[in-house]
C-alpha cells in the first residue's frame, strides 16, 4: 500500500467493478420499475434540512469515487490486493441477492428474506464491503479511506429509511425490526 495510487485510463481499472456494482440496480429498475414507488416519495420529504444536506453530500461524494476509481488501475499483485478482490465479490454476491431478494418480493410486503433474513441493510452492508474491498484493490490509503468514507456515509441513510419502512408499514415492520440486526448478524428466532 503506498498513500496514493498509480493513475492512468485504462480499460483494466477500478471503473470496470463500479459498474459492475450499478448491474443490480438497473435490473432491478428494469424488472420492476415501481418497486419503490411506496417509500420514495416519503424518503426525499421526511429528511430535515441536514439530513437533505448530508445526503446529497453523500451522493456527491459517491460520484466523485466512480469517477476517481476510472483512473485506478487493478493488479491483482499482492496479497492485500488479492484480499481486496475477494472482499469485493463477497460484497458483491451479498448485495446482488438483496437486489434478486427486492425483485422477487410481491409489492406492499417487507423485503424480509434472503439476505434481509440477516440484515435489515443489506444493500448498504454489501456495498460497504464492496467499497473496502476496491480500497484494498486500489493499493492507496487516501482511497481506501476514500472507499470507508463512501461506505460509511451511504450507510448512514438506513436511519431515516427505518423511519419511513416503520411509517408504512407499521407493526410489521417493528417486528422485523426486533428479529433482525440492523447491520449483519443472527436473526432473532419467533416466539
Same mark, same amino acid.
Given at each position: 500500500? #503506498?498513500?496514493?495510487?498509480?493513475?492512468? !485510463? @485504462?480499460?483494466?481499472?477500478?471503473?470496470?467493478?463500479?459498474?459492475?456494482y450499478?448491474?443490480?440496480?438497473?435490473?432491478?429498475?428494469?424488472?420492476?420499475?415501481?418497486?419503490?414507488?411506496?417509500? /420514495? #416519495?416519503?424518503?426525499?420529504?421526511s +429528511?430535515?434540512?441536514?439530513?437533505?444536506f448530508?445526503?446529497?453530500? /453523500?451522493?456527491?461524494?459517491?460520484? !466523485?469515487?466512480?469517477?476517481?476509481?476510472?483512473?485506478?488501475?487493478?493488479?491483482?499483485?499482492?496479497?492485500?490486493?488479492?484480499?481486496?478482490?475477494? $472482499?469485493?465479490? $463477497?460484497?458483491?454476491?451479498?448485495? #446482488?441477492?438483496?437486489?434478486?431478494?427486492?425483485?422477487?418480493? =410481491?409489492? @406492499?410486503?417487507?423485503? %424480509? =428474506?434472503?439476505?434481509? =433474513?440477516? %440484515?435489515?441493510?443489506?444493500?448498504?452492508?454489501? %456495498?460497504?464491503? &464492496?467499497?473496502?474491498?476496491a480500497?484494498?484493490? %486500489? *493499493? /492507496?490509503?487516501?482511497?481506501?479511506?476514500? *472507499?470507508?468514507l463512501?461506505?460509511? *456515509?451511504?450507510? =448512514?441513510?438506513?436511519?431515516?429509511?427505518? &423511519?419511513?419502512?416503520?411509517?408504512?408499514?407499521?407493526?410489521?415492520? +417493528?417486528?422485523?425490526?426486533? +428479529?433482525?440486526?440492523?447491520? $449483519?448478524?443472527?436473526?432473532?428466532?419467533? &416466539?
Amino acid at each position: 500500500m #503506498s498513500i496514493f495510487a498509480d493513475h492512468f !485510463f @485504462g480499460i483494466y481499472n477500478l471503473w470496470v467493478l463500479m459498474a459492475l456494482y450499478a448491474v443490480p440496480i438497473l435490473l432491478t429498475i428494469i424488472l420492476r420499475k415501481r418497486v419503490f414507488e411506496p417509500t /420514495s #416519495s416519503r424518503f426525499a420529504t421526511s +429528511r430535515s434540512s441536514r439530513e437533505y444536506f448530508l445526503f446529497i453530500l /453523500s451522493k456527491f461524494l459517491m460520484l !466523485f469515487y466512480f469517477l476517481y476509481s476510472a483512473v485506478i488501475p487493478i493488479y491483482l499483485n499482492t496479497v492485500i490486493t488479492i484480499t481486496g478482490l475477494v $472482499l469485493y465479490l $463477497l460484497g458483491f454476491v451479498f448485495y #446482488s441477492a438483496a437486489w434478486i431478494t427486492i425483485v422477487r418480493t =410481491r409489492k @406492499g410486503e417487507v423485503f %424480509s =428474506r434472503g439476505p434481509f =433474513r440477516f %440484515s435489515r441493510h443489506p444493500i448498504y452492508v454489501g %456495498s460497504a464491503i &464492496q467499497f473496502l474491498g476496491a480500497g484494498f484493490i %486500489s *493499493s /492507496s490509503w487516501i482511497f481506501l479511506g476514500l *472507499s470507508l468514507l463512501v461506505g460509511i *456515509s451511504h450507510m =448512514r441513510n438506513a436511519i431515516v429509511e427505518e &423511519q419511513i419502512c416503520l411509517e408504512i408499514f407499521g407493526d410489521e415492520y +417493528r417486528e422485523y425490526m426486533a +428479529r433482525t440486526p440492523r447491520w $449483519l448478524g443472527r436473526p432473532v428466532k419467533k &416466539q
